[in-house]
């Protein structure tokens, strides 16, 4: 819950001093109606982490490692002024390996296929940088693998926020970065192993590093 006020905290800040900036000139970043963009943004994460165990007669020690990465493409068209509407695709992968005391090693391997409609306004701040907020609803399927053996499927229905900010380099080109999201997930996992299927719903904040985009735009 700090984290969630915390992070709305900020952000309102930020966009009040934007407003009252704006009061004192209006030569900020502004996107016409009938501006349209494509998007190239990519998430990259990574850990690894030692972990112990005790067991009856003995003391578990291992390591896990994670590596993961997502990569989404998008387009949009302005329908008001600094209002975009947009689809985007995207594909993810994430590694985990486990390294147990006895040196057998578990690898669980998962692959991700989303697409995502969502709604974007910006609110100019300077002559060449914005701050944006994305409404979206993202559908993701996962295909999962333990040791190269299907491990089962899942489905992910995200409705939520992202903020960000846009950094124009020139006319045409530009660099953003999202931070975060906060919203509503439902999920359905289907079990391949014990043939099982679970459900959970869950709205939280999310802030951990696969929620960090980086990515080009190209504004036309």
Same mark, same amino acid.
């Given at each position: 819950m700090k984290k969630i006020t915390l992070?709305?905290?900020?952000?309102?800040?930020?966009?009040?001093?934007?407003?009252?900036?704006?009061?004192?000139?209006?030569?900020?970043?502004?996107?016409?109606?009938?501006?349209?963009?494509?998007?190239?943004?990519?998430?990259?994460?990574?850990?690894?982490?030692?972990?112990?165990?005790?067991?009856?007669?003995?003391l578990d020690t291992g390591e896990t490692k994670a590596f993961g990465f997502s990569i989404n493409a998008s387009y949009a068209h302005a329908i008001n002024n600094n209002l975009f509407l947009g689809l985007g695709v995207g594909y993810g992968s994430n590694k985990n390996e486990a390294t147990n005391i006895d040196g057998s090693v578990n690898e669980n391997d998962s692959k991700s296929y989303q697409v995502f409609p969502y709604v974007r306004y910006y609110k100019g701040i300077g002559k060449k940088l914005a701050?944006?907020?994305? @409404?979206?609803?993202? !559908?993701? $399927?996962?295909?999962?693998?333990?040791?190269?053996? +299907?491990?089962?499927?899942?489905? %992910?229905?995200?409705?939520?926020?992202?903020?960000?900010?846009?950094?124009?380099?020139?006319?045409?080109?530009?660099?953003?970065?999202?931070? @975060?999201?906060?919203? !509503?997930? $439902?999920?359905?996992?289907?079990?391949?192993?014990? +043939?099982?299927?679970?459900?959970? %719903?869950?709205f939280n904040l999310s802030l951990n590093s696969s929620n960090l985009f980086f990515g080009l735009n190209y504004y036309f």
């Amino acid at each position: 819950m700090k984290k969630i006020t915390l992070f709305v905290c900020l952000f309102t800040i930020a966009f009040v001093n934007a407003q009252d900036a704006d009061k004192t000139t209006s030569d900020k970043l502004s996107f016409e109606k009938g501006t349209q963009f494509v998007n190239l943004n990519f998430s990259v994460n990574s850990s690894e982490t030692n972990f112990e165990r005790q067991t009856q007669d003995q003391l578990d020690t291992g390591e896990t490692k994670a590596f993961g990465f997502s990569i989404n493409a998008s387009y949009a068209h302005a329908i008001n002024n600094n209002l975009f509407l947009g689809l985007g695709v995207g594909y993810g992968s994430n590694k985990n390996e486990a390294t147990n005391i006895d040196g057998s090693v578990n690898e669980n391997d998962s692959k991700s296929y989303q697409v995502f409609p969502y709604v974007r306004y910006y609110k100019g701040i300077g002559k060449k940088l914005a701050l944006f907020i994305q @409404g979206e609803a993202r !559908y993701s $399927h996962f295909e999962n693998e333990l040791n190269a053996l +299907n491990d089962g499927e899942s489905d %992910n229905f995200f409705v939520g926020i992202r903020p960000g900010i846009t950094f124009m380099l020139n006319k045409n080109f530009a660099l953003e970065t999202s931070f @975060g999201a906060l919203g !509503y997930t $439902h999920s359905k996992i289907d079990n391949g192993r014990f +043939n099982t299927e679970a459900t959970s %719903n869950s709205f939280n904040l999310s802030l951990n590093s696969s929620n960090l985009f980086f990515g080009l735009n190209y504004y036309f």
